[in-house]
């Protein structure tokens, strides 16, 4: 498991590209294996695993002071490769592309599997400590509320899917689901805002390898941006916006966690105050 520790505003300010990309952007898929990313931000551990032939348990580091991954913790899951399974305290859990799964705070036994080593699952996974223990659930993409927003004329036309979050899977604090632009449309989340309650996670997939996502971060009045390739996490704190354009569309998981699990608890940045 490794350890990060992101820059607070004050840093921020002063950080050349290299150093926002250490601090903000995590790169965790790695075929036939299982990693993890422990960053101090409200205590979210990010993770993706890619099992193959060999099956991949989630275990509790020595980071962690704990006897299992969730015995202070929730986590949620989501598939956005071949099909595979979740192994929860002995209960199976198939996941086919898209769906998702929340893992309740007291399991104690987490395994990944794929159906198919040449095609394999890929998992990616969001936790944040929890003072509550809700049921392991999952989540299919039919069943998902779904949220249809923005315009062709303003190439943000996207689909967003919410599948852990106040009136869907309940949790303790975690919230989670993906959202999918549709052919044409580019942006994500602009006009921007950020949560000054919460922590959140934009995860992008679905991007080609000649394809990249220019994500917008930092104070409305200061701005930087990271180039994003497929597969990658960035990390958005409290003071940060959390915007996206592509070179074509594309799609993200993102995750919260903080004081609240509203959808809607966002603290606009009005255009002209971009910087």
């Known amino acids: 498991m490794n350890i990060r520790y992101t820059a607070g505003l004050a840093e921020y300010k002063a950080m050349d590209t290299e150093a926002l990309r250490n601090a903000f952007l ?4 790695e075929t036939g294996k299982l990693n993890l990313l422990y960053c101090e931000l409200d205590r979210v551990i990010l ?9 991949l348990a989630l275990e509790a580091g020595r980071e962690m002071a704990c006897d299992f ?16 399974s979740v192994l929860v305290d002995g209960v199976e859990h198939p996941l086919e592309n898209r769906d998702a799964l929340y893992i ?6 987490i395994v990944f599997r794929s159906n198919e080593p040449a095609n394999p699952a890929r998992f990616y ?3 944040y400590p929890a003072h509550a223990e809700y049921p392991t659930k999952v989540a299919r993409r039919a069943d998902a509320h779904a949220i249809h927003l923005g315009t062709a004329l303003q190439a943000n036309k996207r689909t967003i ?13 975690l919230v989670m689901g993906y959202t999918e632009l549709e052919p044409g449309s580019v942006w994500n989340t602009m006009p921007c805002h950020t ?19 220019l994500h917008f971060m930092g104070p409305g009045h200061e701005t930087r941006h990271l180039v994003v390739s497929n597969e990658q996490a960035v990390l958005s704190p409290m003071w940060s916006i959390h915007s996206g354009c592509g070179m074509g569309a594309y799609s993200f998981c993102w995750a919260m966690g903080g004081e609240n699990q509203r959808f809607d608890d966002m603290d606009p940045v009005a255009l002209e105050n971009l910087r």
């Not at 995590?26 to 898929?29: G, K, N, S």
């Not at 993770?47 to 099956?55: K, L, R």
């Not at 309740?104 to 036994?109: A, L, S, V």
């Open 125 to 127: 996974l969001v936790s």
């Open 47 to 55: 993770g993706a695993a890619v099992p193959t032939v060999e099956a």
């Open 161 to 173: 899917y919410q599948y852990i979050h106040e009136k869907g899977i309940p949790s303790c604090q």
């Open 104 to 109: 309740g705070r007291g399991c104690k036994t």
């Open 26 to 29: 995590a790169d965790l898929f």
């Open 195 to 213: 949560h000054e309650r919460r922590t959140e996670v934009y995860m992008y997939f679905d991007l080609n390898s000649d394809q990249r996502v």
């Open 69 to 84: 991954f969730c015995q202070r913790r929730e986590a949620g899951v989501l598939n956005i490769g071949g099909s595979g």
